[in-house]
């Protein structure tokens, strides 16, 4: 599941400070912007995986035109984060479920990975 948010860049003497407004605790730096965006997209993930795995509710994301900066020394971009790379490491549980005989023909047609949808529909439905 990709969550992206806001990142603010502010250029300091080594490099780029980095924060997300809307998200407490991540912040990060990186001499580059490359490496500043790596490290972002890290520090997110790790973040928000504490977030789903202390059932606190991911923040709202905040329009990047609404967000005061200093434009001589930083900069806002958005950061996009695979949240189920940081909650990979969970122990699965194993679910039986029923389905309908004809849903479950298409599906297994389909070559749809029944786990992977069902966890992707329940963190949709869970607001994950």
Same mark, same amino acid.
């Given at each position: 599941?990709?969550?992206?948010?806001?990142?603010?860049?502010?250029?300091?003497?080594?490099?780029?400070?980095?924060?997300?407004?809307?998200?407490?605790?991540?912040?990060?730096?990186?001499?580059?912007?490359?490496?500043?965006?790596?490290?972002?997209?890290?520090?997110?993930?790790?973040?928000?995986?504490?977030?789903?795995?202390?059932?606190?509710?991911?923040?709202?994301?905040?329009?990047? *035109?609404?967000? +005061?900066?200093?434009?001589?020394?930083? /900069?806002?971009?958005?950061?996009?984060?695979? $949240?189920?790379?940081? &909650? @990979?490491?969970?122990?699965?549980?194993?679910?039986?479920?029923?389905?309908?005989?004809?849903? *479950?023909?298409? +599906?297994?047609?389909?070559?749809?990975? /029944?786990?992977?949808?069902?966890?992707?529909? $329940?963190?949709?439905? &869970? @607001?994950?």
């Amino acid at each position: 599941m990709i969550k992206i948010y806001p990142a603010i860049f502010e250029q300091d003497a080594v490099g780029f400070g980095i924060y997300f407004p809307d998200v407490d605790g991540a912040e990060t730096q990186g001499e580059t912007v490359e490496e500043g965006l790596e490290m972002a997209s890290d520090a997110l993930g790790i973040q928000l995986a504490w977030h789903v795995e202390k059932q606190i509710p991911l923040p709202n994301m905040s329009h990047i *035109n609404d967000l +005061a900066i200093n434009k001589e020394t930083q /900069f806002v971009t958005l950061v996009s984060v695979n $949240l189920l790379d940081y &909650l @990979q490491d969970s122990v699965p549980d194993k679910k039986t479920i029923k389905i309908p005989h004809w849903l *479950n023909v298409r +599906a297994t047609k389909a070559g749809i990975n /029944f786990s992977k949808t069902m966890t992707e529909a $329940l963190m949709e439905k &869970l @607001q994950v």
